[in-house]
Each structure stands twice: as structure tokens, then as C-alpha cells.
């Protein structure tokens, strides 16, 4: 993809995005409509937080497993 698609697909992208916005404002349903995507924020932040905390206690997991080996394979190495 070219550079001048790429800015042309950016701005429509743009122009959908802000007709969405302009709708939503002027629409009477405003407050459902935000009340409905903050929610939807509070559970994708959470979800992130989630699986961010996993990521991480997995890659402790995987420390502890190396450091496992490691200590093994120091002793088997001492033993020679």
C-alpha cells in the first residue's frame, strides 16, 4: 500500500470516526451511548490488567524453571 492510500484511508477512517462522534453528540440517546462505552473501556482496562498479570507471573514461572535447570545442570557438571 502506498503512502497516498495509506492518507486517504486515514482519512476516511477520520470522517466515519467523526460523523460516529457528531451522530452520538447530537443524538438523545448521548448519555446511554457514553455510559455504554464506559463500561466497555472498564472492561477491556480490566481484561488488559488481566492478562498483563498473568503475563507475568508466567514469565516468573519460567525464571524459577531455568533457574531450576541451571542448578542441576551445575551439579551434574560438578560431579564430572
Partial sequence: MNSES???????????????????IG???????????NEFTDKVR????SAVYKGKSE???LKEDIDDIADIAKKELAKQ
Fill in 6 to 24: 495509506k492518507l486517504l484511508l486515514g482519512l476516511g477512517i477520520g470522517v466515519a470516526l467523526g460523523a460516529a462522534i457528531g451522530y452520538i
Fill in 27 to 37: 443524538s438523545d440517546r448521548k448519555e446511554e451511548w457514553l455510559e455504554q462505552a
Fill in 46 to 49: 480490566a481484561n488488559i490488567k
Fill in 59 to 61: 514469565v516468573q514461572d
